[in-house]
């Protein structure tokens, strides 16, 4: 393993995460984000998909669509695999020949170690073949955060502005808030910010 943080998500830290979270009602942000701009996809491959929850909602939302998923732990692909198609693969190591409609990551980025994200948003550039969607903790300035009493396990910054700044010819298609309280969002979300880009 490359970094400190993926051998927690790997191990027995990853393993907890998902008992906390299986019972999830699902992830329907992101759905909500591609449907205002009336996006529509054929596919579409998670960066750290964990159990598939986003997939899910994205498959209700397009049914005839095939859903990737990339996840680091073992047992969380174990059951996103029994759903969508599924690669238990670090990130930086998951190749593909194929490119995706929409490449995303949710809640991914602020648990790498940011001597690597260079090479994330390069992961999610180059497998992308139309879309970019990030959904993120939002901080101008990076700074580190104790998570679950542990350290160097998750980082807030603008990772869109950097992205966008490491691939300048992409479009910003739009942008917004996900916010907790929000009735419709209730239980569905955190407090994080989205963008949408588009290759052109």
Excluded at 10 to 37: A, C, H, M, P, W
Excluded at 128 to 155: C, G, Q
Aim: aromatic share 16%.
């Amino acid at each position: 393993m490359k970094t400190l943080q993926e051998k927690f998500w790997k191990g027995n830290f990853g393993n907890y995460y998902i008992e906390r979270n299986q019972n999830s009602k699902g992830v329907f942000t992101i759905v909500r984000d591609l449907i205002k701009n009336k996006i529509t996809i054929n596919n579409a491959l998670e960066l750290g998909a964990n159990i598939g929850l986003n997939l899910d909602a994205l498959k209700k939302a397009f049914p005839s669509a095939k859903m990737y998923g990339v996840e680091i732990n073992k047992t969380a692909c174990d059951v996103g695999k029994k759903k969508h198609i599924f690669y238990n693969s670090s990130v930086y190591n998951f190749k593909s020949k194929k490119k995706y409609d929409l490449v995303f990551s949710s809640g991914v980025l602020i648990h790498q170690n940011p001597k690597y994200l260079k090479k994330f948003y390069q992961k999610l550039y180059s497998l992308s073949k139309k879309y970019i969607y990030i959904a993120e903790y939002f901080n101008p300035t990076p700074v580190e955060i104790e998570y679950r009493n542990k350290k160097e396990l998750l980082f807030k910054r603008d990772f869109a502005k950097e992205f966008w700044e490491k691939y300048p010819s992409i479009e910003l298609i739009d942008y917004g808030f996900h916010w907790k309280e929000d009735p419709l969002l209730k239980n569905n979300c955190d407090n994080e910010n989205w963008f949408l880009f588009k290759k052109k």
